[in-house]
T-cell receptor, first 113, second 114 residues
Framework: GAGVSQSPSNKVTEKGKDVELRCDPI?????LYWYRQSLGQGLEFLIYFQGNSAPDKSGLPSDRFSAERTGGSVSTLTIQRTQQEDSAVYLC???????????FGDGTRLSIL | AQSVTQPDIHITVSEGASLELRCNYS??????LFWYVQSPGQGLQLLLK??????LVQGIKGFEAEFKRSQSSFNLRKPSVHWSDAAEYFCAVVPTGGGNKLTFGTGTQLKVEL
């Protein structure tokens, strides 16, 4: 069956530009998570969505980062006015609910020039 | 402070040898515990998890892990390593009542010598 799908797989952009990263979770999974993996900081939680509840944004590093999840399915992570320190792999995961293990996509590698 | 520690950044073993990757956690109550593996350019794959009950947990690909409350450890083991096991391994926790937000250790890079 289909796993978690992320697009694009790679993104190169100039400093100051906005970027959008997309995540398509496993069908039927109500919980969706975003993590960031960088050389300096390792794997960090960013945000998660559970059903229709307000998202937990406690891991977002600045107000340049935002995410939405439309229709309880696809999610978009947006980074405005990108900085070089935003260069990282952005991983999305989904789970059946918050009591079940998370399944990860292959990530989007973001490079800021 | 709450933390997850993987003391070994790199480990090299010979194919066929046994493997143990260490993970220690520092939380007030025992968290939920996980091991994930990441191959280059790939996402994270769940190897095994511990929520409660039997302290020896069996996972995929021949891996197992043992939860030891007295040592606050959850070490990953494999009796005989295959070359295809070369990857990065992450221990992760979710604090009980933590809303399923994974906190990861820094990872252990495993190299397998043929």
């Amino acid at each position: 069956g289909a796993g978690v799908s992320q697009s694009p797989s790679n993104k190169v952009t100039e400093k100051g530009k906005d970027v959008e990263l997309r995540c398509d979770p496993i069908s039927g999974h109500t919980a969706l998570y975003w993590y960031r993996q960088s050389l300096g900081q390792g794997l960090e939680f960013l945000i998660y969505f559970q059903g229709n509840s307000a998202p937990d944004k406690s891991g977002l590093p600045s107000d340049r980062f935002s995410a939405e999840r439309t229709g309880g399915s696809v999610s978009t992570l947006t980074i405005q006015r990108t900085q070089q320190e935003d260069s990282a792999v952005y991983l999305c995961a989904s789970s059946l609910n918050t009591l079940k293990p998370q399944h990860f996509g292959d990530g989007t590698r973001l490079s800021i020039l | 402070a709450q933390s997850v520690t993987q003391p070994d950044i790199h480990i090299t073993v010979s194919e066929g040898a046994s493997l143990e990757l260490r993970c220690n956690y520092s939380y007030g109550a025992t968290p939920y515990l996980f091991w994930y593996v990441q191959s280059p350019g790939q996402g994270l794959q769940l190897l095994l998890k511990y929520f409660s009950g039997d302290t020896l947990v069996q996972g995929i690909k021949g891996f197992e892990a043992e939860f030891k409350r007295s040592q606050s450890s959850f070490n990953l083991r494999k009796p005989s390593v295959h070359w295809s096991d070369a990857a990065e391994y992450f221990c992760a926790v979710v604090p009980t009542g933590g809303g399923n937000k994974l906190t990861f250790g820094t990872g252990t890079q495993l190299k397998v010598e043929l």
